[in-house]
């Protein structure tokens, strides 16, 4: 400690010095203060600054204080950097997810006691996503107690991926740091591709969390979403997301999440709606594939562990899509059934688009395998059909796609197609022919890339998984009413899974049946039949 006169002149001023650790990390500061003269005085606020490093984390906080002896009347202006937010629990002991670096600058003050501190009016960036709004946090209870409102003009998808155990950040951004650098590395040599990180129960348990945040525009190229409205409440280990909202275009996939922090492994639950989703904005993630309809549907999870590849693998639950009429890029449905004459006519544009009657799907989650009840696609060129199962424990899959063509054609092979392998790194075979299509490898997601239209990498580092028996082809008769326009419910699309199962069921094995759409328009005869019979009566 010293003092020092000042360049302009003025009164000497109050200079402390420190470096040593703290929390086991290296740590260097300097405090520079009004004289001494106004220490004793106190007749105008006093002027302090702070530059401090810990570890990776940066701090300089300056302004004044209006009554230096009780220490109250805060106006000061706080700027905190750093390579990860998570390593603020060492200095302030209030958990943070894993992120990428950040830069953040905001008004700091405090009330007498200093049990309480807000950080209003904040702006920076996270990544390469930008956020603003208030963080405080309350230590008057028995545990302490944040509440923040978060904004977002616009979000990296890559960046929040530490709320799910994923390594945060865009890999090779230009912000990404020597920590999530290694974290990508890890990630890209691992075999699996859902999160297998732990969440730490002891830092969920030990604050609790009133948070709402709101990104209003996402940045991604693989996922067809828009925007993210999100609230998060954390209370004595006890997490819930109520709601978790992507908008899709001119729909939502709203979520209700809820995970019981009390028992170990967690135990958690999940109800997803999907609204009004946007089929035609779905498809904008691909180069190739166009389309027009609204699908509908639920998928419900109950599992347990303490990661999210845990959860899934040990989950069980429910998944129902449907789509009324629409439309689809007739290529997609003669590539499905290995139609190489209308795959050909589809490039020339004759036609370009397949007129979509109905769709339905009725998975089954059962112990972390995802199994196919029904899965019927019912266009004007053919009907897709789909067979097999995901297997979340060990992440292999083992499907079947096929397309049952509604017109001759030269070149049709009507071969089935056969997908498998694991989820990163999966293989196509065709019929019996063994042609392999693009793996499907994680770095595909990370770096931005859909899946469906992913760059080959090189064939050696594609595992094969295991091969999918020979099915029996037979087909499945299924009624969409137009599930799809009544929102949300999914009733509908429950009456046109049991109308699926009643024909699997009473189906001759072996017999080729069709896909019948039902729409709610009666045919012209029906109602002349009808107005007869009440005539009668």
């Known amino acids: 400690m010293r003092t020092r006169q000042p360049p302009n002149g003025r009164e ?20 520079v203060g009004g004289s001494v ?16 490093q810990a570890g990776d984390t940066h701090i300089h906080l300056a302004g004044t204080i209006e009554d230096i002896k009780q220490f109250a009347g805060a106006n000061l202006q706080l700027q905190i950097e750093g390579q990860d937010l998570a390593d603020l629990y060492k200095i302030v002991h209030i958990p943070f997810q894993p992120s990428p670096p950040y830069a953040l600058r905001g008004h700091l003050d405090y009330d007498n006691s200093g049990k309480r501190i807000r950080f209003s009016d904040f702006a920076g960036r996270v990544g390469e996503s930008d956020l603003e709004g208030n963080f405080n946090v309350d230590r ?5 107690l944040v509440t923040a409102d978060l904004k977002s003009n616009a979000v990296r998808m890559q960046d929040l991926g530490g709320f799910i155990g994923a390594a945060p950040g865009k890999e090779g951004a230009p912000t990404e740091g020597p920590k999530q650098a290694a974290a990508h590395a890890a990630a890209d040599t691992q075999q699996t591709l859902l999160p297998n990180t732990p969440i730490d129960l002891s830092k969920v348990r030990s604050t609790d969390y009133r948070v709402h945040y709101r990104g209003e525009h996402i940045v991604t190229s693989w996922a067809p979403l828009d925007h993210i409205d999100a609230e998060l409440t954390i209370r004595n280990g006890d997490i ?4 978790l909202d992507f908008a899709v275009g001119s729909g939502t996939i709203h979520s209700v999440i809820e995970l ?6 967690i135990h958690a639950k999940a109800d997803i709606d999907f609204r009004h989703v946007d089929f035609q904005r779905l498809l904008q993630t691909t180069s190739f594939a166009k389309g027009i309809g609204v699908i509908g549907g639920r998928w419900v999870i109950d599992g347990t562990g303490n990661s999210l590849a845990q959860i899934l693998a040990h989950g069980n639950g429910d998944l129902k899509l449907f789509m009324g ?12 059934g290995l139609d190489v004459g209308g795959t050909i006519l589809s490039l020339l544009g004759m036609p370009t688009q397949a007129k979509i009657n109905c769709m339905v799907s009725d998975f089954a989650l059962n112990n972390g395998v995802l199994d196919t009840r029904a899965l019927v696609l019912d266009t004007d060129q053919g009907n897709v059909y789909g067979k097999g199962n995901i297997d979340l424990r060990d992440e292999g899959i083992a499907y079947q796609i096929t397309e049952e063509s509604k017109h001759f054609t030269i070149g049709a092979l009507h071969a089935p197609i056969d997908i498998t392998g694991d989820l990163q790194a999966s293989e196509r075979e065709a019929g019996t022919g063994g042609a392999r299509c693009t793996p499907w490898h994680r770095r595909g997601i990370d770096r931005g890339i859909s899946p ?9 580092r594609a595992r094969q998984g295991p091969q999918l028996q020979c099915f029996d082809r037979r087909r499945t008769t299924a009624t969409a009413d137009h599930a799809a326009n009544r929102g949300s419910d999914d009733r509908h699309a429950q009456r046109s899974t049991d109308s699926a199962e009643r024909g699997r069921r009473a189906e001759p094995r072996g017999r080729q049946a069709t896909i019948r759409c039902r729409n709610r328009r009666r045919h012209p005869s029906r109602r002349r039949t009808r107005h007869r019979r009440a005539a009668s009566r």
Do not use: C, M, W
């Open 37 to 52: 003269l106004q220490l004793r005085n106190n007749t105008k606020p006093y002027p302090v600054e702070l530059t401090a």
């Open 452 to 460: 469906g239209r992913a760059a080959v990498d090189d064939p050696a």
């Open 240 to 243: 819930k997301l109520e709601p």
């Open 140 to 144: 008057a209870g028995a545990r302490p």
């Open 260 to 265: 019981n922090g009390h028992v170990n492994p």
């Open 12 to 31: 000497n001023q109050v200079v402390i010095r420190a470096h040593g650790t703290y929390a086991g990390e290296a740590f260097t500061g300097e405090f």
């Open 325 to 336: 009429s629409g439309d689809l890029s007739a290529i997609i449905v003669n590539a499905a």
